[in-house]
């Protein structure tokens, strides 16, 4: 069976001093998606029990999945022993996913061992997949290089939490950079949805991003046709 590694932060705490960690929904909503297909694990710098940012369960108290996967014994099994990312091993996966939060760009945008591990995926042929802050939650791949050491977004598309996005939830002076802003100076051509909030998933290559709570499921689905395609 194919597997599929969720990367999730560790910190709770944004440069304010705000509640953060792990986006509720954007790890649920693919979970579901991938679980009935494929090997799940977990994993996050510091290893068991990441935190997730409570101003999501509140959000996403009605919404049936993410319900489900607060109360689901296996999910609670996988956070409370998750993995160190220095104790991945690349070749045991198909798919790197970063889960999104503003948490991702505080400490995995930053992180030495993650930026090593994105690259040994990508460079590996690996999957290489993120949703809203986890490209920086999209920013966890902001450190990966390619075997020639440029940005595994250089000339390729992307889609991330967008700056309108940010500013609409007064969050610009919690995070160390704007993903979106932070992206295209890698040289990545930045994609979003034609309304803030709305779903978008952008597909290049090996490369699957997905721009916000929105765009979820849709980025799972694509991990998934992405894993059979392969």
Known sequence: MPSVL??????????TGAQTGWYLPEAAHPYYVLAPHV???????AGPNPPIDEGSVKAFEKDAESVKFLNNETVKQKLASAHKLSDINVANYDAIFYVGGHGPVIDLASDPVNGKLVSDFWNAGKIVSAVCHGPAHCSALVQGADKDGKSIFAGRS???????????????????????????????????AAEPWGPKVVVDGRLITGQNPASASGVGEAILKAIKGN
């Open 6 to 15: 969720f990367v999730f932060t560790s910190t709770n705490k944004t440069l």
């Open 158 to 192: 992307f889609t991330g939490f967008s700056n309108a996005e940010e500013k609409a939830v007064d969050k610009v002076n919690d995070v160390p950079f704007l993903l979106e802003d932070k992206i295209t100076s890698l040289g990545g051509k930045y994609e979003k």
């Open 39 to 45: 090997q799940i694990d977990f994993a996050s710098p």
